[in-house]
């Protein structure tokens, strides 16, 4: 197929263009480069030998990317261009709402007038709120006022809205992909999450702990109920989250309407666990400090993947010290991200 990947410069977008190429699909990618750097895709072709289409366009410029639609004959979309920074979503919400719902309003406009049948979301385990109950089903509860901040409703926004857009175009196919916590990295360590400033996310803010840039964890709560008292998340390999793409891409060659799965891999690792773990990986101590609860955090949030395994033929094969290790190797080879000059 060829496919449009949208977003695809950046974290989860780069190791799916190597998996796409690797699958012999042909990639287009587009991206504004607003939290990204086009050296990632340099580096995917370089590890593929396989050639990247770019442009670097915004998904609010219609016309651009109506052209790109124009000059090329897609088969599929996967759509991962968005903003995703939680706490700036509350201090930005309109910015957050342009730039994740236009954006998308966009593209399935483009998608739509151009042909083309087969549409991968992005979407997060964030749209399912306070668990009920563990773990979480694709038919578990989606209470938009659970989610707890402008991003998360976005995506459950989009969501909707990509259901109404199939159901009055039923020849058009949508996978909503709600992936837990992606980690890790491409086991060559050429690519990578390349955060901007200082990272939000557990994984990438041990790894510059223990690269020596930011000088302790600070781990948010410790009375939570749980086995340690800490946050418990089910971490998900990005290369294992970036093959599921390739076979969501499989499932929509059958026509199915609208398919949504939960990308996880059923496993909860508290933030103690983590830490061990990307000790072990490292080879050195984290230091961390108990801080407060972080606001619209939630206790326990993992996966039951199973539909994934049944319909898409998907198993998450990589396990905890795989995503520490990788992550480490990208991380301590390219301290600076993609900005690192090469033996820096
Ligand atoms: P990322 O920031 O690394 O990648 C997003 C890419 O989209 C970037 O390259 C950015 O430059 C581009 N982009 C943003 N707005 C754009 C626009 N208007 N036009 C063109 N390009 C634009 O993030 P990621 O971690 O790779 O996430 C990819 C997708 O997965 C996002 O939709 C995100 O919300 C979703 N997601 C991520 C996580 C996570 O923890 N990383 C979890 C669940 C869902
Ligand atoms: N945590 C810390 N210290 C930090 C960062 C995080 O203790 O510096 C804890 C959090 O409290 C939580 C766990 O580590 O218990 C994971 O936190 P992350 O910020 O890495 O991830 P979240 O589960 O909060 O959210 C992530 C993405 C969301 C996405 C969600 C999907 O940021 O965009 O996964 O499940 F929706």
Redesign the pocket.
Known sequence: MHVLVTGGAGYIGSHTCLELLNAGHQVTVVDNLSNSSEESLQRVSTLTGKEIAFFRIDLLDQLGLDAVFRDNQFDAVIHFAAL?A?GESVAKPLAYYQNNITGTVNLCDATQRHHVSHFVFSS???VYGIPRSLPLTETSATPMEEVTNP??RS?LMLEYILKDWQASQPQTNVALLR???PVGAHESGQIGEDPNGI?????P?ISQVAVGKLER?????CDYETPDG?????YIHVVDLARGHVLALDKLAENPGVVTYNLGTGNGYS?LE?VAAFERACGKKIPFTF?D??PG?IAV?YADPSLAKTELGWVAERGIDEMCTDGWRWQSQNPSGYTTIAGS
């Open positions: 995703k939680v997060s385990a964030t991003y998360g995506k992936y837990f916590n990272p939000n996310n557990l994984l803010y964890v600070g781990v948010f709560g800490t946050g418990v998340r089910d933030v983590i801080l609860r972080r955090d949030c």
